[in-house]
């Protein structure tokens, strides 16, 4: 586990990689996604786990991303998720369709160090039509006809989180949202921004260690002062629906999400947004 700078922790996804982010309502780190925009990382495949938000179609609209795997895109009560959507009907992404089962499925064969697991509430579905590597099969361990599909483990090659805290020795606090601990064993490597460093070990406290992530699954952490927003962070701070309102009105064309960019990526108004 390092502390590194913000920009530092962008340089840790190289182009191409596959980056799992949770959803909006699960600590993503927006922060990073934004650094990943201004480095002008390419290539990159993302995976939803299990739905892509706010971070995804910003990712798309800058030209990150090459494929996106995800049971959906969406910025919630603000709509469809507009760069997205244009990516897909231009065909400038290749998408990868899946269920919110299947994902959490995929990536827990990771954590437990299994190939596969299996799956029954796909079945029936036009999915696998689409999803060569997921395979039905019969269920080896009945006499009567019984197919079980079968998912593969799946590894990201990162996975990006924004916790509340860090602590000295680098572990992570995540609260309830043990998803993000799973997502933790199952990749390569689990990069972290946080609210704040804090003095001692969580691990080491009874009310803190059941939603702590242990430092041996954290690559490196970086401090950035609301780095969720505009999504909100457990009892930290709530949504700001305004600002995401505000996005998705602009990013509806090319230049609007442009003129956004500028002013909230590479300009002051993203300062702003910090403080």
Not at 81 to 96: E, H, L, Q
Not at 166 to 187: F, I, Q, Y
Not at 236 to 241: I, K, L, P, R
Request: net charge negative; proline share 6%; glycine share 8%.
């Amino acid at each position: 586990m390092t502390r590194v700078s913000l920009e530092a922790l962008a340089e840790a996804v190289p182009d191409g990689a596959l980056l799992a982010l949770p959803p909006d309502n699960s600590l993503p780190s927006v922060a990073l996604a934004k650094a990943l925009v201004r480095r002008g990382a390419r290539e990159l495949r993302l995976l939803g786990v299990p739905v892509s938000g706010f971070a995804t179609d910003l990712l798309i609209g800058a030209g990150c991303v090459a494929e996106v795997e995800t049971s959906a895109v969406s910025l919630g009560e603000a709509g469809f998720a507009p760069r997205f959507s244009a990516a897909v009907k231009a065909g400038a992404i290749t998408v990868r369709d899946a269920t919110c089962p299947a994902i959490h499925t995929m990536l827990q064969a990771a954590e437990k160090g299994v190939p596969f697991m299996p799956l029954r509430g796909v079945i029936g579905s036009d999915i696998t039509a689409h999803r060569p590597d997921w395979r039905v099969v019969q269920n080896p361990l009945s006499d009567r006809p019984d197919p079980i599909l079968l998912l593969p483990a799946l590894h990201p090659d990162a996975a990006a989180i924004h916790a509340v805290m860090a602590d000295e020795a680098g572990n992570v606090w995540v609260g309830r949202r043990r998803e993000c601990a799973t997502l933790a064993h199952a990749s390569r490597k689990l990069l972290v921004t946080v609210e704040r460093v804090v003095a001692g070990n969580m691990l080491e406290d009874e009310r803190l260690a059941p939603g702590t992530i242990s430092a041996t699954y954290v690559e490196a952490f970086a401090v950035a002062e609301r780095g969720a927003h505009p999504v909100a962070l457990l009892d930290e701070y709530g949504f700001d629906a305004a600002y995401v309102a505000t996005y998705a009105r602009a990013a509806r064309t090319e230049e609007g999400f442009r003129a956004w960019v500028q002013e909230h990526v590479f300009g002051r108004a993203a300062q702003v947004a910090a403080e």
